[in-house]
Protein backbone atom coordinates (compact mmCIF):
# COMPACT_ATOMS: atom_id res chain seq x y z
CA UNK A 1 0.00 0.00 0.00
CA UNK A 2 1.18 3.05 -0.89
CA UNK A 3 0.21 6.35 0.67
CA UNK A 4 -3.19 5.07 1.28
CA UNK A 5 -6.21 7.67 1.99
CA UNK A 6 -9.41 6.82 2.88
CA UNK A 7 -11.78 9.92 3.63
CA UNK A 8 -16.01 9.68 4.23
CA UNK A 9 -18.04 12.39 3.45
CA UNK A 10 -20.50 13.03 6.40
CA UNK A 11 -23.14 16.12 5.05
CA UNK A 12 -20.91 18.77 4.42
CA UNK A 13 -17.93 17.47 6.45
CA UNK A 14 -15.08 15.48 5.62
CA UNK A 15 -13.42 13.20 7.93
CA UNK A 16 -10.15 11.27 7.00
CA UNK A 17 -10.00 8.27 8.88
CA UNK A 18 -6.67 6.89 6.86
CA UNK A 19 -4.23 9.55 6.35
CA UNK A 20 -1.62 8.04 4.09
CA UNK A 21 -0.79 4.24 4.93
CA UNK A 22 2.43 2.96 3.81
CA UNK A 23 2.48 -0.45 4.28
CA UNK A 24 4.09 -3.81 2.31
CA UNK A 25 3.15 -6.84 3.97
CA UNK A 26 5.02 -10.07 2.07
CA UNK A 27 3.68 -13.91 0.91
CA UNK A 28 3.66 -15.85 3.69
CA UNK A 29 4.15 -13.47 6.38
CA UNK A 30 2.23 -13.36 9.94
CA UNK A 31 0.75 -10.18 10.09
CA UNK A 32 -0.70 -8.46 13.42
CA UNK A 33 -2.74 -4.65 13.08
CA UNK A 34 -2.99 -3.22 15.88
CA UNK A 35 -4.68 0.01 17.05
CA UNK A 36 -7.38 1.58 19.56
CA UNK A 37 -11.12 1.19 19.11
CA UNK A 38 -11.13 3.82 16.31
CA UNK A 39 -7.83 3.89 15.18
CA UNK A 40 -8.81 2.79 11.42
CA UNK A 41 -8.36 -0.93 11.53
CA UNK A 42 -11.50 -1.99 9.84
CA UNK A 43 -11.14 0.70 7.35
CA UNK A 44 -7.69 -1.02 6.50
CA UNK A 45 -8.76 -4.58 6.56
CA UNK A 46 -11.78 -3.66 4.36
CA UNK A 47 -9.23 -1.77 1.79
CA UNK A 48 -6.63 -4.70 2.21
CA UNK A 49 -9.60 -7.44 1.22
CA UNK A 50 -10.95 -5.57 -1.80
CA UNK A 51 -14.01 -4.91 0.01
CA UNK A 52 -13.30 -0.82 -0.59
CA UNK A 53 -11.16 1.05 -2.55
CA UNK A 54 -9.42 3.73 -0.96
CA UNK A 55 -10.01 7.56 -1.99
CA UNK A 56 -6.31 7.84 -3.40
CA UNK A 57 -3.11 5.98 -3.16
CA UNK A 58 -2.12 2.82 -4.16
CA UNK A 59 -2.79 -0.63 -3.76
CA UNK A 60 -1.05 -3.35 -5.02
CA UNK A 61 -1.89 -7.53 -4.02
CA UNK A 62 -0.17 -10.24 -6.22
CA UNK A 63 1.00 -7.85 -8.44
CA UNK A 64 -2.11 -6.64 -9.56
CA UNK A 65 -3.36 -2.45 -9.05
CA UNK A 66 -6.84 -2.70 -6.94
CA UNK A 67 -7.35 0.76 -6.56
CA UNK A 68 -9.31 1.56 -9.15
CA UNK A 69 -10.96 -1.92 -9.90
CA UNK A 70 -14.73 -2.30 -11.01
CA UNK A 71 -17.11 -3.82 -8.12
CA UNK A 72 -16.98 -7.14 -10.23
CA UNK A 73 -13.68 -7.39 -10.83
CA UNK A 74 -13.46 -6.23 -6.96
CA UNK A 75 -15.60 -9.72 -6.16
CA UNK A 76 -13.55 -12.12 -8.70
CA UNK A 77 -10.19 -10.83 -6.40
CA UNK A 78 -11.51 -11.43 -3.29
CA UNK A 79 -13.45 -14.93 -4.32
CA UNK A 80 -10.19 -16.03 -5.54
CA UNK A 81 -7.40 -14.59 -3.44
CA UNK A 82 -8.70 -13.87 -0.02
CA UNK A 83 -10.63 -15.68 2.92
CA UNK A 84 -12.53 -13.52 5.64
CA UNK A 85 -12.97 -14.14 9.38
CA UNK A 86 -14.91 -12.11 11.42
CA UNK A 87 -15.77 -11.47 15.57
CA UNK A 88 -18.89 -12.37 14.77
CA UNK A 89 -18.37 -15.58 12.74
CA UNK A 90 -20.94 -14.16 10.27
CA UNK A 91 -22.36 -17.99 9.53
CA UNK A 92 -25.88 -19.02 8.22
CA UNK A 93 -27.97 -20.05 10.85
CA UNK A 94 -30.50 -22.58 9.06
CA UNK A 95 -27.34 -23.84 6.62
CA UNK A 96 -25.60 -27.21 8.14
CA UNK A 97 -21.57 -26.67 8.84
CA UNK A 98 -20.84 -28.53 5.67
CA UNK A 99 -22.87 -25.93 3.51
CA UNK A 100 -21.67 -23.07 5.23
CA UNK A 101 -18.00 -24.22 4.30
CA UNK A 102 -19.24 -25.04 0.70
CA UNK A 103 -20.69 -21.50 0.51
CA UNK A 104 -17.54 -19.59 -0.91
CA UNK A 105 -17.37 -22.54 -4.05
CA UNK A 106 -20.83 -22.18 -4.97
CA UNK A 107 -19.66 -18.99 -7.14
CA UNK A 108 -16.38 -20.40 -8.85
CA UNK A 109 -16.38 -24.55 -8.16
CA UNK A 110 -17.90 -26.22 -11.39
CA UNK A 111 -16.97 -29.45 -9.65
CA UNK A 112 -19.36 -30.03 -6.73
CA UNK A 113 -17.45 -33.16 -6.13
CA UNK A 114 -14.21 -31.53 -5.56
CA UNK A 115 -15.44 -28.54 -3.19
CA UNK A 116 -16.90 -31.18 -1.01
CA UNK A 117 -13.55 -33.29 -0.81
CA UNK A 118 -11.72 -29.68 0.45
CA UNK A 119 -14.83 -28.63 2.48
CA UNK A 120 -14.09 -32.25 4.09
CA UNK A 121 -10.42 -32.09 4.62
CA UNK A 122 -10.54 -28.55 6.05
CA UNK A 123 -13.40 -29.69 8.27
CA UNK A 124 -11.09 -32.49 9.39
CA UNK A 125 -8.04 -29.76 9.96
CA UNK A 126 -10.34 -27.72 12.16
CA UNK A 127 -11.07 -30.44 14.09
CA UNK A 128 -15.04 -30.37 12.95
CA UNK A 129 -15.51 -33.35 10.91
CA UNK A 130 -17.83 -34.66 13.16
CA UNK A 131 -20.27 -31.88 12.99
CA UNK A 132 -20.92 -31.52 9.57
CA UNK A 133 -24.62 -32.04 9.74
CA UNK A 134 -24.61 -29.91 12.70
CA UNK A 135 -26.13 -26.02 12.50
CA UNK A 136 -24.17 -23.40 13.91
CA UNK A 137 -26.62 -22.88 16.95
CA UNK A 138 -25.61 -26.13 18.01
CA UNK A 139 -21.91 -25.21 18.26
CA UNK A 140 -19.64 -23.30 21.04
CA UNK A 141 -18.27 -20.29 19.71
CA UNK A 142 -14.84 -21.61 19.24
CA UNK A 143 -16.17 -24.12 17.35
CA UNK A 144 -17.95 -21.45 15.17
CA UNK A 145 -14.60 -19.60 14.54
CA UNK A 146 -13.45 -22.76 13.16
CA UNK A 147 -16.28 -23.70 11.04
CA UNK A 148 -15.43 -19.72 9.56
CA UNK A 149 -11.94 -20.66 9.25
CA UNK A 150 -12.82 -24.02 7.41
CA UNK A 151 -15.07 -21.63 4.72
CA UNK A 152 -12.34 -18.75 4.22
CA UNK A 153 -10.01 -21.66 3.62
CA UNK A 154 -12.51 -23.35 0.90
CA UNK A 155 -11.40 -21.75 -2.61
CA UNK A 156 -7.78 -22.27 -0.83
CA UNK A 157 -6.78 -18.26 -0.91
CA UNK A 158 -3.23 -16.98 -0.68
CA UNK A 159 -4.66 -14.44 2.05
CA UNK A 160 -6.00 -15.28 4.91
CA UNK A 161 -7.64 -11.82 6.88
CA UNK A 162 -9.08 -11.96 9.87
CA UNK A 163 -11.18 -8.74 12.12
CA UNK A 164 -11.32 -9.42 15.55
CA UNK A 165 -11.41 -13.27 15.24
CA UNK A 166 -11.39 -14.01 18.96
CA UNK A 167 -13.44 -11.10 20.11
CA UNK A 168 -16.20 -13.22 21.10
CA UNK A 169 -13.92 -16.03 22.62
CA UNK A 170 -12.96 -16.85 26.32
CA UNK A 171 -9.42 -16.51 26.70
CA UNK A 172 -8.66 -20.25 26.05
CA UNK A 173 -10.61 -20.43 23.03
CA UNK A 174 -8.93 -17.73 21.63
CA UNK A 175 -5.63 -19.06 22.33
CA UNK A 176 -6.76 -22.10 20.51
CA UNK A 177 -8.16 -20.52 17.47
CA UNK A 178 -4.96 -18.63 17.12
CA UNK A 179 -2.89 -21.22 16.97
CA UNK A 180 -4.96 -22.84 14.92
CA UNK A 181 -4.62 -19.62 12.70
CA UNK A 182 -0.55 -19.74 12.70
CA UNK A 183 -1.11 -23.60 11.61
CA UNK A 184 -2.85 -22.37 8.59
CA UNK A 185 0.39 -19.54 8.10
CA UNK A 186 2.71 -22.74 8.30
CA UNK A 187 0.87 -24.19 6.16
CA UNK A 188 1.45 -21.55 3.73
CA UNK A 189 -1.04 -19.07 4.08
CA UNK A 190 -0.70 -15.12 4.31
CA UNK A 191 -2.51 -14.12 7.54
CA UNK A 192 -3.23 -10.47 8.52
CA UNK A 193 -5.08 -10.49 12.39
CA UNK A 194 -6.82 -6.84 13.06
CA UNK A 195 -6.87 -7.03 17.03
CA UNK A 196 -6.68 -4.49 19.89
CA UNK A 197 -5.47 -7.32 22.48
CA UNK A 198 -1.39 -8.12 23.04
CA UNK A 199 -2.14 -11.24 23.82
CA UNK A 200 -3.69 -11.80 20.67
CA UNK A 201 -0.91 -9.91 18.27
CA UNK A 202 1.41 -11.74 20.34
CA UNK A 203 0.75 -15.10 18.10
CA UNK A 204 1.99 -13.08 14.66
CA UNK A 205 5.32 -12.83 13.43
CA UNK A 206 5.16 -8.89 12.94
CA UNK A 207 3.04 -6.57 14.47
CA UNK A 208 1.97 -3.17 13.17
CA UNK A 209 0.68 -0.24 14.99
CA UNK A 210 -2.01 2.07 13.60
CA UNK A 211 -2.55 5.37 15.39
CA UNK A 212 -5.26 7.71 14.14
CA UNK A 213 -5.43 6.67 10.73
CA UNK A 214 -1.40 5.99 10.44
CA UNK A 215 1.14 3.95 10.68
CA UNK A 216 2.96 4.29 13.99
CA UNK A 217 5.44 1.74 13.80
CA UNK A 218 5.84 -1.74 12.04
N1 LIG B 1 -18.86 4.46 6.64
C1 LIG B 1 -18.30 5.39 7.44
N2 LIG B 1 -18.68 6.67 7.39
C2 LIG B 1 -18.10 7.60 8.19
N3 LIG B 1 -17.11 7.34 9.06
C3 LIG B 1 -16.70 6.08 9.16
C4 LIG B 1 -17.26 5.03 8.36
N4 LIG B 1 -16.63 3.87 8.69
C5 LIG B 1 -15.74 4.19 9.65
N5 LIG B 1 -15.78 5.51 9.94
C6 LIG B 1 -14.92 6.20 10.92
O1 LIG B 1 -13.60 5.81 10.71
C7 LIG B 1 -12.89 5.69 11.93
C8 LIG B 1 -12.18 4.36 11.97
O2 LIG B 1 -13.13 3.30 11.99
P1 LIG B 1 -12.71 1.77 11.99
O3 LIG B 1 -13.94 0.98 11.97
O4 LIG B 1 -11.71 1.54 10.91
O5 LIG B 1 -11.97 1.65 13.41
P2 LIG B 1 -11.36 0.39 14.12
O6 LIG B 1 -9.93 0.69 14.37
O7 LIG B 1 -11.69 -0.85 13.38
O8 LIG B 1 -12.13 0.38 15.53
P3 LIG B 1 -12.65 -0.84 16.44
O9 LIG B 1 -11.46 -1.33 17.20
O10 LIG B 1 -13.65 -0.19 17.35
O11 LIG B 1 -13.26 -1.87 15.56
C9 LIG B 1 -13.92 5.90 13.04
O12 LIG B 1 -13.73 7.17 13.58
C10 LIG B 1 -15.25 5.80 12.33
O13 LIG B 1 -16.19 6.66 12.89
MG1 LIG C 1 -12.87 -2.55 13.81
Redesign the pocket.
Known sequence: MEDIK?T???GDEK?E??RGINLTIYSGEFVAIM????????????LIGCLDIPTSGRYILADREISNLTDDELSIIRNEHIGFVF?NFYLLPYATVMENVLLPTLYIEKDKGNAEKRAKELLMLVGLEERAKFRPTQLSGGQQQRVAIARALVNDPELLLC??PTGQLDSKTATEIMNLIGKMNEHGKTVIV?T?DQNIAAHATRIIH?KD?EVVSQ
Open positions: KYTMVVLGTSGSGKTTIMNQDEIHIG
